[in-house]
């Protein structure tokens, strides 16, 4: 199917429902069989060929190997025993080599390292080209609109350079997102004890309108102000915007919808699943950059309590069908450049997906990747383009690697290909290689 470059597609999930009505149920695998996705959100285990090209401030960037390097005693057991040092090429005394493990690397086919579009393509979408602006080309048509809507703005320059954006309502920004690819994003950012979320997305949808900007991202939290959010206020080469996590914003009730141009649900997994039939749950920041039409999303931000949600589902023998959890908080501990936060999350997801794994039934399928890096230590806030482990864990899968695979779509391909239907619109399938 031809990429629709201008279609608009708000991709987001209701906290614990549904986006569309269920189609009569699919009987979908005779023996029930459950597919799991765990993304462990920017843990890359090292840089792409190309990155001297076209990202060279993230040379020598291996987000696995620098947190273990810089964390002594740090051990991961459950990962170490799915072949995670096997992905990463190096082992460490809590990182040892698995010779029995199934596993593989899968380079980014999307440019940049991008959680939208890298959560995009693991749903099976052929990346499409983004475009790239700053918030100044837009900013004074953005304002106009807003105020013909009846909204209140002002201007918030930047001393040091002139660059503007806009203050909404005096609780909410409209600026550049600095922590992704520059260009990639314009933020819409909100204090909401101050502004309702459902006047936000009023904000968010008139943005998205207006900006060429691949992705236009509504969110906001509850216990911030407009002091802390212009106190997080950033600038990079001529962008200018909040840094959310350092404002505060992801602590507390947090909310969020991406609105993003160039994806068709059509031929993603999720929709794909749904409209056969078989059940698809998004749990995690996965639920508010992929659409779901006929599934449950949920949107959580704790590591241990979105995995263990994940849990909750995979020890349920009524539970089937597909679902992929995204651990947000890893990657929040790569933007704010903190190895010991990092090292920790990945201690509290090691232990949790331990226990999904043995709570798996047979003949279920775990897989346990990322969807780019984010190495705190190279340097800078942002994500890095490196290639993403694939860990595979399913009975009678033979031990050794499944290569590396030449797009993360190879993941939602295989999930298809696992119950039996149609392809998305992107990838190979290795499920043949797994099932043993």
């Given at each position: 199917m031809a990429e629709?470059?201008?279609?608009?597609?708000?991709?987001?999930?209701?906290p614990g429902t549904g986006q569309g009505a269920c189609p009569a149920k699919a009987p979908g695998r005779a023996d029930g069989g459950r597919f799991v996705v765990i993304v462990l959100d920017g843990f890359g285990v090292g840089q792409m060929a190309d990155v001297p090209e076209v990202r060279p401030a993230?040379?020598?960037?291996?987000?696995?190997?620098?947190?273990?390097?810089n964390t002594p005693g740090l051990e991961l057991p459950t990962l170490a025993s799915l072949g995670l040092a096997n992905a990463a090429g190096r082992e460490f005394p809590g990182l040892p080599f698995a010779p029995?493990?199934?596993?593989?690397?899968?380079r980014l086919m999307h440019q940049g390292a991008d959680t939208f579009y890298g959560h995009q393509e693991i749903m099976g979408t052929k990346p499409p080209k983004p475009l790239t602006e700053p918030i100044q080309i837009a900013i004074d048509e953005i304002d106009e609109a807003l105020r013909a809507a009846g909204f209140h703005t002002r201007f918030y320059t930047s001393e040091k350079s002139?660059?503007?954006?806009?203050?909404?309502?005096?609780?909410?920004?409209?600026?550049?997102?600095?922590?992704?690819?520059?260009?990639?994003?314009?933020?819409?950012?909100?204090?909401?004890?101050?502004?309702?979320?459902?006047t936000e997305l009023k904000i968010g949808h008139i943005v998205r309108k207006i900006a060429k900007t691949p992705r236009v991202i509504t969110f906001g939290g509850r216990g911030v102000h407009l002091d802390n959010l212009l106190a997080a206020v950033e600038e990079h080469d001529g962008?200018?915007?909040?840094?959310?996590?350092?404002?505060?914003?992801?602590?507390?009730?947090?909310?969020?919808?991406?609105?993003?141009?160039?994806?068709?649900?059509?031929?993603?997994?999720?929709?794909?699943?749904?409209?056969a039939g078989i059940d698809v749950r998004l749990l995690g920041k996965v639920a508010d950059v992929c659409a779901n039409h006929f599934g449950e999303s949920e949107s959580i931000v704790d590591t241990k309590t979105v995995l263990e949600r994940?849990?909750?589902?995979?020890?349920?023998?009524?539970?089937?069908?597909?679902?992929?959890?995204?651990?947000?908080?890893t990657d929040l501990a790569g933007h704010g450049e903190d190895v010991a936060r990092y090292a920790d999350r990945l201690r509290v997801a090691d232990e949790v997906i331990g226990r999904i794994r043995a709570a798996l039934k047979p003949e279920d399928v775990l897989v346990v990747m990322a969807d780019h890096g984010n190495d705190?230590?190279?340097?800078?806030?942002h994500h890095t383009r490196e290639h993403v482990p694939l860990l595979i864990s399913h009975v009678g899968a033979p031990a050794g690697t499944i290569g590396e695979r030449a797009t993360l779509s190879d993941v939602g391909a295989s999930v298809v290909d696992f119950f039996g239907v149609h392809a998305p619109q992107n990838g190979t399938s290795f499920w043949p290689q797994i099932q043993g």
């Amino acid at each position: 199917m031809a990429e629709k470059e201008n279609e608009e597609v708000v991709t987001a999930g209701a906290p614990g429902t549904g986006q569309g009505a269920c189609p009569a149920k699919a009987p979908g695998r005779a023996d029930g069989g459950r597919f799991v996705v765990i993304v462990l959100d920017g843990f890359g285990v090292g840089q792409m060929a190309d990155v001297p090209e076209v990202r060279p401030a993230d040379l020598g960037a291996n987000t696995c190997v620098h947190i273990f390097e810089n964390t002594p005693g740090l051990e991961l057991p459950t990962l170490a025993s799915l072949g995670l040092a096997n992905a990463a090429g190096r082992e460490f005394p809590g990182l040892p080599f698995a010779p029995n493990a199934t596993w593989g690397t899968a380079r980014l086919m999307h440019q940049g390292a991008d959680t939208f579009y890298g959560h995009q393509e693991i749903m099976g979408t052929k990346p499409p080209k983004p475009l790239t602006e700053p918030i100044q080309i837009a900013i004074d048509e953005i304002d106009e609109a807003l105020r013909a809507a009846g909204f209140h703005t002002r201007f918030y320059t930047s001393e040091k350079s002139g660059l503007r954006f806009l203050i909404v309502n005096e609780a909410c920004t409209v600026a550049d997102n600095v922590e992704c690819d520059p260009g990639q994003a314009f933020n819409v950012t909100a204090a909401i004890d101050e502004l309702d979320f459902d006047t936000e997305l009023k904000i968010g949808h008139i943005v998205r309108k207006i900006a060429k900007t691949p992705r236009v991202i509504t969110f906001g939290g509850r216990g911030v102000h407009l002091d802390n959010l212009l106190a997080a206020v950033e600038e990079h080469d001529g962008f200018i915007g909040v840094n959310a996590p350092a404002s505060g914003v992801y602590n507390d009730d947090y909310h969020c919808i991406h609105m993003g141009y160039g994806v068709d649900e059509k031929v993603q997994v999720p929709y794909i699943l749904g409209a056969a039939g078989i059940d698809v749950r998004l749990l995690g920041k996965v639920a508010d950059v992929c659409a779901n039409h006929f599934g449950e999303s949920e949107s959580i931000v704790d590591t241990k309590t979105v995995l263990e949600r994940t849990l909750e589902l995979v020890s349920d023998p009524a539970t089937t069908g597909f679902i992929c959890t995204n651990v947000q908080e890893t990657d929040l501990a790569g933007h704010g450049e903190d190895v010991a936060r990092y090292a920790d999350r990945l201690r509290v997801a090691d232990e949790v997906i331990g226990r999904i794994r043995a709570a798996l039934k047979p003949e279920d399928v775990l897989v346990v990747m990322a969807d780019h890096g984010n190495d705190p230590t190279i340097g800078h806030p942002h994500h890095t383009r490196e290639h993403v482990p694939l860990l595979i864990s399913h009975v009678g899968a033979p031990a050794g690697t499944i290569g590396e695979r030449a797009t993360l779509s190879d993941v939602g391909a295989s999930v298809v290909d696992f119950f039996g239907v149609h392809a998305p619109q992107n990838g190979t399938s290795f499920w043949p290689q797994i099932q043993g």
